[in-house]
């Protein structure tokens, strides 16, 4: 690029104003009406999780994560604690097993129905915006029903979960299921069938496999290229029960453009994935065993534990959500926990995937990404 | 993309507004009326303080300090005072875990709202229990 044409650019702070730059700012530099450069600045959003890790034990551990992504609380203190029973070597229960793939399942979905009405609400489709939110009450209840709290749910401990499932949960659980299964049928053919939608989405933020991979994403964004690259089938947590059901990696392909992946192509994914999720909870609902939900001794194992390191991950909503954790020899704290977000390398990747692209479209390419700040900031 | 099916989609949406019309209202209203929580709901906290032992379980395992425990204060034998700071609470439900007295329960009561900041330090008679000065506005009573 010629300094010439730079000599008529003018800088824009997308953010931290901005209604939808919920804590996040990127600097923009336009040629008219296009970016020729695209600065994103974490940093916003920072709340020193690693740091407050230090000074928390094993059991209120799990609080800090789940406030890192509030959306899918459920999938992101599950490393943590995956980590810290790696460490003390502690047995799950059966019935613990399963009740947390069905929550983290459920996390997934509301996470899904979050984007989704949030993803309408930035290209300006409020009316798309609202009906998904309708269906987030429902998980909503159930969270509510089966933790006490909507968002920061404080479920896994180490050596199982807190929370038992009643009746009632139940209930609400295949109620919500239910519900939103028949509701994701039309949902999928009014957002995809419709022009507006499609004119604004497609084409709209391509890349290829391997420009993905060099960025560091995963999850849906690369799923959506046609890469059926899931840790729920490539690394099993023997934890979890995913090898108690019958799935398929939901990926996404479009015979335009084979192995890229562009903002339409994105938001099928996010449907695809949410009919998996369903599909996993219906199977998972009647087989969940009777027992303990919680392991009698890990009260005791996890307040002090041996020396030793361990890395867990997760397929979360939006990537691999990982944690790395090292305790010293009868640590009551973690001696150094690292996080690792998914949407850091979705952020950064809008350095070389927005410069090009119309200022209209930015919000849309950031937007299919499903980026949080909670997790690059940390 | 004809006329006619854009016009179907448009009919599809005036379908559902129209559906909604006739329901009734999916808000409260608030705070004359209040939705019904569950059981579980983790809001303010009551202090049974026959079956405290002040063993401080629920003081160590608080995240973020927000109770306090006097321990001379006694009314029983064993017991003592809490004073929960719900300026710093993030009602994460651990303390009530931490109990093995059956002394410290989360309630369903959510509106904790004061206009003074030293209001939300709950001492012993407030934490104790659930009663509390109605509050009026204009002539009519809610919570
Ligand atoms: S609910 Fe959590 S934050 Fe609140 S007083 Fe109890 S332990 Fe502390
Ligand atoms: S409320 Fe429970 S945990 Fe706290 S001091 Fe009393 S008996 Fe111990």
Not at chain 1, 2 to 27: E, R
Not at chain 1, 85 to 95: C, F, G, Q, V
Not at chain 1, 259 to 268: I, L, P, T, V, W
Not at chain 2, 45 to 65: G, K, L, M, W
């Amino acid at each position: 690029m010629s300094p010439d044409i730079l000599d008529g650019s003018m800088d824009i702070w997308f953010g931290p104003q901005h209604v939808s730059a919920h804590g996040w700012a990127t600097k923009l530099t336009l040629v008219g009406d296009y970016i020729v450069e695209c600065d994103p600045n974490a940093g916003y959003f920072h709340r020193s999780a690693e740091k407050v890790l230090e000074f928390k034990n094993f059991r209120q551990g799990p609080l800090v994560l789940e406030r890192m992504c509030m959306l899918e609380a459920f999938l992101a203190e599950y490393p943590y604690v995956a980590a810290v029973e790696k460490i003390a070597e502690l047995e799950i229960p059966e019935r613990a097993k399963v009740m947390r793939t069905i929550m983290m399942e459920m996390s997934r979905i509301h996470s899904i129905q979050f984007w989704w009405g949030q993803f309408n609400a930035e290209l300006g489709f409020f009316t798309m915006a609202l009906w998904p939110w309708v269906d987030r009450e429902y998980s909503l209840d159930v969270f509510e029903e089966l933790t006490g709290s909507r968002h920061t749910v404080s479920f896994s401990t180490p050596g199982g979960v807190k929370y038992d499932f009643t009746e009632k949960v139940m209930t609400q659980l295949n109620r919500a299921i239910d519900r939103f299964e028949d509701r994701l049928v039309k949902f999928k053919d009014m957002q995809l069938g419709s022009p507006t939608f499609r004119a604004r989405t497609e084409n709209i933020g391509l890349y290829d496999v391997k420009q993905g991979l060099k960025w560091g994403l995963s999850g849906p964004p690369i799923k959506a290229c046609g890469v059926p690259m899931d840790l729920r089938k490539d690394d099993p947590d023997p934890n979890l029960a995913y090898d108690m059901v019958d799935f398929d990696v939901p990926i996404t392909e479009n015979p335009e453009h084979p192995g890229q992946s562009d903002a339409f192509d994105r938001m099928e994914q996010r449907f695809a994935e949410a009919e998996t999720a369903v599909s996993i909870i219906k199977q998972l609902i009647p087989q969940i065993p009777e027992g303990d939900i919680v392991d009698p001794k890990a009260r005791g194992k996890a307040n002090r534990l041996p020396e030793g390191e361990a890395y867990a991950r997760v397929e979360g909503t939006r990537g691999i959500t990982s944690v790395w954790l090292k305790t010293e020899e009868k640590g009551q704290t973690a001696y150094r926990a690292k996080i690792r977000g998914p949407c850091i390398a979705s952020y950064y990747a809008l350095k070389d995937l927005v410069p090009g692209s119309k200022f209209a479209d930015f919000i849309v390419i950031f937007g299919s990404l499903d980026p949080y700040p909670g997790w690059w900031d940390r | 993309m004809g006329f006619f099916s854009v016009l179907g989609d448009c009919f599809q949406i005036l379908k559902h507004t129209f559906r909604q019309v006739f329901k009734r209202p999916f808000t409260y209203f608030y705070p004359f009326e209040d939705r019904i929580y569950p059981e579980r709901t983790r809001g303010r906290h009551i202090h049974v303080r026959e079956n405290c032992t002040a063993c401080a379980q629920c003081v160590r395992i608080c995240p973020v300090v927000a109770i306090r425990m006097d321990k001379e204060d006694k009314m029983y034998e064993k017991d003592c005072a809490l004073y929960f700071d719900y300026t710093r609470c993030i009602f994460c439900g651990l303390c009530v875990q931490a109990c093995r007295f059956e002394a410290l329960f989360h309630t369903p009561v959510v509106d904790l709202s004061e206009g003074d900041r030293d209001d939300l330090i709950y001492g012993p008679d407030k934490i104790e229990t659930l009663d509390r000065d109605p509050l009026k506005w204009r002539g009519r009573r809610f919570r």
